[in-house]
Each structure stands twice: as structure tokens, then as C-alpha cells.
């Protein structure tokens, strides 16, 4: 019997890349696909893949949805989401969705314990401690997407406990390595979406332009893999072949090694024990010719410096970080912020919103809608400035 999949934000970059890699594979089977407002997308894609039951997170989409499709089910809305989830009877949920939107559904599939590939690093940025533990109780597993967890879940794999010194995560350093901040005050959304190594959606872009992206890897990192922040390093690596290397208490350093390409971690995590076969590029380290190494340069790049604060003030404070994130790269994507605006905003709002601890997910969500309106005052009183 195939696997039954569950694909959520199944129109976006990852979501797509995944729907490739299904094609190919007789071992799963799609059951349910979702997306945020992109209907007509969705329904093309059920279509192709034979899906019964889809669900739109924006509810006038999932009105029109429903008007134009007649071969299966439209659930609308956040509810819909989690009914999706929780009515697909699927052995494995694949989270794809931007943004800590995907933090609910990931609770939604580790609560029915289904296994879960977790793309949304945001899910563990945001609540962390608390996903863990109910991952736990139920016996799901994560499995991550995310090319540099991956490398390190497998590279991590084999290793008895009590061997590993350290997790070192590369960083392309994005399309504005080595400029300075004087250089980086007029860039533009244009510049910043073009990433030299991958093609991926536009919020992910922009946090690898800032690094903010390698500070929620750094955050989604620790929780995968109960490390703590302070054997967790970042290393700039501009060629984007060594996805993450780890060091031995023996002295050895192992790495995981490829061409920059999101099909492979989705298998591995699709396929999970299993291997299966990638119609990928083979590496060819003559043909690469040079692999390079640098360190991050934390203050211009300030992003990464207020995760690793957020991360070690703990409680709400990743929570608040991400949220104040989401709301710059919102404006700083509509044009309403500037590039280094978004680091400001960032630790503004965490300057106001002292870290206090999580008691539950109500509490994260609270902790969320504050920053984001604090953010957005901070967002507004620059555009109007
Ligand atoms: N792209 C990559 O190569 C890559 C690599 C590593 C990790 N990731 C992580 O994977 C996740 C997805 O990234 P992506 O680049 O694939 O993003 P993306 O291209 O922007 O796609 C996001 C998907 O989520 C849906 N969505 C957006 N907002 C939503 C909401 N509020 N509620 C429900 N669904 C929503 C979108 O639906 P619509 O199409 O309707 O808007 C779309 O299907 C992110 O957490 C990212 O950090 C991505």
C-alpha cells in the first residue's frame, strides 16, 4: 500500500518541487493539497494528481474553489486547514507553507501523531520546545526538509550520542555578500530576491539576503536536534555545495555534499529510512573546481546576531522575532521598508516586548499578534516618516 501524503501549501516553491519528486514515486500517494489563496492553481493541481479533497486557507478563494470545482471536497479557512489534516488519514504530512500560518498545522498533524516533513521552519521558531514535546508524546516524527537539516539528520544519523562537538551550518551569505551596510542602504526588492544559488519563494529570499533565514535555521536547528546554541556555528560557504558539516569528539569533520537542489532533501524526508533514486545532477567536484569558506559578518548582517539573542533570551522571544520579521519582509517586499529597516524593526520590537515564558500555544499566539502590531507601528512610522 502506497503512502498516504498530505501536501500543505502545495503551490509554492517547495510544494511544487514536491509534487515533482511524487510524480516519480509509486510508493506515495497524494490524498489532500492546500494553499493559501491561489484556488485555481490548486485546483490544476488536484486534477493532475488525482486529489479528492483540497483546502484554501483564504476563505472567498476557497468560495470560488468550490463554485468551480465538482471532483471533490473544498474545506475553507484556518479550520479547514486542520480538518484536512486531521480527516486525511495520512501516514505523513508534508508542511510546505510559509510563515508561522504554519505552525497550526504542524501541531494538527503531530497531535494525531502522523509524521511529519517540515519544510516551515518557522513552526519550530515559534514554538519549538512545546512541538518537540507533543512530537514526543505522540510518537510522530520530523523529519526536516530544510537543506542544511537535512545534511545534519543524516550526517547526525549514525553518530552514538555523546560524539558530536558541533553542528556548523553553511550560509551562501545571499546576493549581498561582503557589502557593507553604506553599500546595502538603497538595495532593492529586485536585488534582494535575486538569490546566487537558489530558486526559492519570495520570504525565504529575503531572509537569506539578510541572513535572518540562517538565524531561523540556527533556532530550528537546536530543537531538531536538542543542540545547544552555543555548538551551533555558521559559516559562509558561497558555492551552496556543502549543505552542513559536523564535528567529532575524534577530530574528525564529516559534511554532506550536492549541487544546490530542494528535490533531494524532499525525498529523503518523503522517503524516510528509505533511499530512492533523484533524477539530480551528480556532483562534480573538478568541474566545481574550488569550494570557499568565510565567516559571517554579524554586523552588517545584523539579523543573524538578534536570532542568536532571541534564541538565547528564550520563551516568547523567537516567537516575537519571527513575527516582527514577517511583518518587515512584508513591507520591505511592498516597498514601504528599506533593506536594513528590517533589522531595526526587528530589535525594536524585541527591545519592547521583554522574552516571558511559553505556557502553552495560546500563549505563542498572543506573543505573535503583539509583536506583529507593535512591528507594524514601527513599519508605519517610517513609511509616514
Ligand atoms: N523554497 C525553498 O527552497 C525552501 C528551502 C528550505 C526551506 N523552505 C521553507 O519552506 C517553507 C515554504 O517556502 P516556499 O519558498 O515554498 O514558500 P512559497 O513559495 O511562498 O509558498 C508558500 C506556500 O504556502 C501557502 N501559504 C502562504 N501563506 C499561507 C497561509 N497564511 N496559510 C496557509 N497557506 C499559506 C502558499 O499558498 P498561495 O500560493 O495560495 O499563496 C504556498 O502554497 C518556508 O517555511 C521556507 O522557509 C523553503
Sequence with gaps: MPRRLVILGSTGSIGTQALDVVQRAPDLSVVALSADGAWEELIGQAREHGVRRIALSDVDAAARAAEAWTGGDVLSGPDGLVRLITESNADLVLNAIVGSAGLVPTVAALGEGIDLALANKESLVVGGELVTQLAEATGATIIPVDSEHSALHQLLGSEPPGTVDRLILTASGGPFRGRSAAELQDVTVE????????????????????????????????????????????????????????????????????????????????????????????????????????????????????????????????????????????AFLSGRLRFLEIASVIEETLESLPASTVHSFDSLAAADGQARRIASELVNARTTA
Design 191 to 330: 536585488q534582494a530576491l535575486a538569490h546566487p544559488t537558489w530558486d526559492m519563494g519570495g520570504k525565504i529570499t529575503i531572509d537569506s539576503a539578510t541572513l535572518m533565514n540562517k538565524g531561523l535555521e540556527l533556532i530550528e536547528a537546536h530543537h531538531l536536534f536538542g543542540t545547544p546554541y552555543e555548538q551551533i556555528d555558521v559559516v559562509v560557504h558561497p558555492q551552496s555545495i556543502v549543505h552542513s558539516l559536523i564535528q567529532l569528539c575524534d577530530g574528525a569533520t564529516l559534511a554532506h555534499l550536492g549541487y544546490p537542489d530542494m528535490r533531494v532533501p524532499i525525498a529523503y524526508a518523503l522517503h524516510y529510512p528509505d533511499r530512492v533514486d533523484v533524477p539530480v545532477a551528480r556532483l562534480d567536484l573538478a568541474a566545481v573546481g574550488s569550494l570557499t569558506f568565510e565567516p559571517v559578518d554579524e554586523e552588517t548582517f545584523a539579523c543573524l546576531r538578534l536570532a542568536r539573542e532571541a534564541a538565547r533570551a528564550a520563551g516568547t522571544a523567537p516567537c516575537t522575532l519571527n513575527a516582527a520579521n514577517e511583518v518587515a519582509v512584508h
